[in-house]
């Protein structure tokens, strides 16, 4: 049976992270819930066009958890604070009312007084097990993030929202800089290599010291979503498509959905390539990011198999 979707009443509220020197906080009010079909703002060229990470960079804005600064850049090479990181996290995991109630909590933080921005997220954080207090009962939130400590966070996160958890050693980790992992942090790192969220460089090192610039934290964020099953609003095989009417049909575990999608704003991609439209076909299997606020109009597909 073919049905035409209904408005999803949720709301979504999402950040952005960071990389070296100074960062931005950017955060998107969540949408009131529309039932009639918005249209996209049109894809314009941006500064993260091109970039290596634009598939995921554009998936995190059609998704409603980014947005840029004011003169439309995103600028994937800032820093990520550590505060930006766990935000970035949580609201993607929907846990945004949760941190607005730890708001009113009294901080654990010696550094995070209640006024702070952060300050229902880094409460929650702690109160879920993702961070501790450093030395002086501190979480020195507008520190850079490094990759170490980006792992430790997102493999917790894993572990608290689904995935499982295996004991590694640096030993076993297949990177040339392994023994420079902390070792508070090697579990997490040899989890999420488990998983396939992390790789090495080109030189085959893990650079546990590094900053993480505002792409890398984009991506993780997207693999983490991957890993727990919640990276796409709908996924199924194109049955059909009126180009015509801006409509497809997906079959979705034996069920037909019939999605609306603008020709002119959707944003397509397969295997990192951003296409137009008619890439779209009959035969293809894709997921697929409702336009914020909605279900139903497509903002962003991805081809997953053609």
Known sequence: MTRFATPRWRERRTLIPAAVGTLALLVIDAAALCLYCPRPAAASPVDWFGHWAEQEIAYCFRRGMVTGYPDDTFRPGAVCSRSEFVVLLLRALGEEEQARTMRRVASSFADVPLSHWAG???????ALGLISPGEGQTAAPQAPLTRSEM????????????????????????????????????????????????????????????FVSRGEAVVMSVR?????????????????????????????????????????????????????????????????VFTKGTFGTVSYAKIITR
């Open 120 to 126: 229902g997220y880094l409460e929650l954080a702690f």
């Open 151 to 210: 792992a430790v966070v997102a493999a917790k996160a894993l572990a608290r929202f689904g995935c499982g958890w295996q004991d590694v050693s640096s030993a076993t980790l297949p990177f040339g800089d392994a023994v420079q992992i902390p070792r508070e942090a090697v579990g997490s790192v040899g989890q999420l290599h488990a998983l396939g969220l992390v790789a090495g460089d080109e030189k085959g090192l893990f650079r546990p010291n590094d």
């Open 224 to 288: 983490i979503l991957q890993a727990l099953g919640k990276l796409w609003d709908v996924e199924g095989n194109v049955v059909s498509v009126d180009k015509a009417n801006g409509t497809l049909v997906l079959d979705t575990l034996g069920e037909r959905l019939t999605l609306r999608y603008w020709p002119d704003t959707i944003l397509v991609y397969r295997s990192g390539r951003r296409l137009n439209a008619d890439a779209i076909a009959p035969g293809s299997r894709v997921g697929v």
